[in-house]
């Protein structure tokens, strides 16, 4: 950061990476002072300045202001290979994440074999916050939910379970905020206004901002991770701000100070607050 140190005024850093730096963990660089950048900054990042001015250019009420979807371990034992091997493990910790995060919100999650792709889609687009704890594609971070049990074949196939990034962009979303706290759910192709993966899509598709992680999540940092950031988001602090107490908890504790830990999540887009008090307006 030294050539542009004197340049940053204020505590928020707002980056617009190019190729490789789509996937670098900012909050665990240091300054010339040996400190983390988010001790100092709180940080987001952003595909374009094109994409700034649509954020900002969006009418105030196009974005939902009540209303949450958490997803959690989807039910993903049917699915096997070719030679009828199961390749995906049920996440205890997803569910155990996304039930405490409803008790935070009083939300009632979708856990386990209601966690179909059919039922993901059917609500994406009626909410302001959109919570995925599940297994996300290395290579795209595509989200793997339960199989359609409507489904013709008896083999579940990738249609029947994966959210694809069409999928996504489909789904008209009106979220102010979507956290993929699935493994590489930040990953996919990099071209010239970032990654083209599963966070790029939701972006594409309508959210305002996203959270993400970089890398394989431990599950039990992800749990307490996720535990910081909702307390801090319902006592109404922006997404930002959420974002670096929860890895300042990590980063202070005995257990998960190691970077591999509170490292990987990055906020891609607008700094919301939400208000889950509100109540949509009826026009």
């Not at 179909?116 to 704890?133: I, P």
Request: glycine share 8%.
């Amino acid at each position: 950061m030294m050539p542009v140190a004197d340049l940053i005024e204020g505590d928020e850093l707002l980056i617009i990476p190019d190729g490789p730096l789509w996937i670098a963990p900012y909050a665990a660089l240091k300054d010339g002072n040996s400190k983390y950048l988010c001790e100092s900054f709180t940080i987001r990042v952003a595909p374009s300045l094109e994409s700034l001015r649509l954020i900002a250019d969006c009418p105030d009420d196009y974005h939902k202001s009540s209303g949450a979807l958490l997803v959690g371990d989807p039910w993903v034992s049917e699915v096997t290979n070719s030679e009828g091997e199961k390749v995906l493990k049920q996440l205890p910790c997803a569910k155990e994440e996304v039930e405490m995060i409803g008790k935070i919100l009083n939300i009632t999650p979708i856990i386990g074999s209601q966690a179909t792709k059919q039922e993901v889609l059917k609500r994406l687009s009626s909410v302001s916050l959109v919570h995925f704890a599940a297994h996300g594609c290395m290579e795209t971070g595509e989200i793997a939910l339960t199989p359609d049990p409507h489904r013709m074949s008896t083999v579940p196939t990738e249609e029947d379970y994966i959210l694809t990034i069409g999928d996504v962009l489909n789904a008209q979303l009106r979220a102010k905020l979507v956290v993929l706290s699935c493994c590489h759910s930040g990953r996919g192709e990099i071209k010239a206004e970032g990654v083209v993966g599963i966070a790029r899509a939701f972006m594409g598709a309508g959210a305002r901002s996203i959270v993400v992680s970089l890398w394989a999540i431990d599950d039990e940092a992800t749990l307490e991770f996720m535990k910081h950031f909702y307390q801090q988001l319902a006592g109404g602090k922006p997404a930002s701000e959420s974002l670096n107490l929860a890895m300042k908890s990590l980063r202070e504790s005995d257990t998960f100070r190691d970077i591999k830990y509170w490292a990987p999540f990055l906020l891609i887009g607008d700094d919301v607050t939400l208000d889950f008090l509100a109540k949509e307006k009826k026009i």
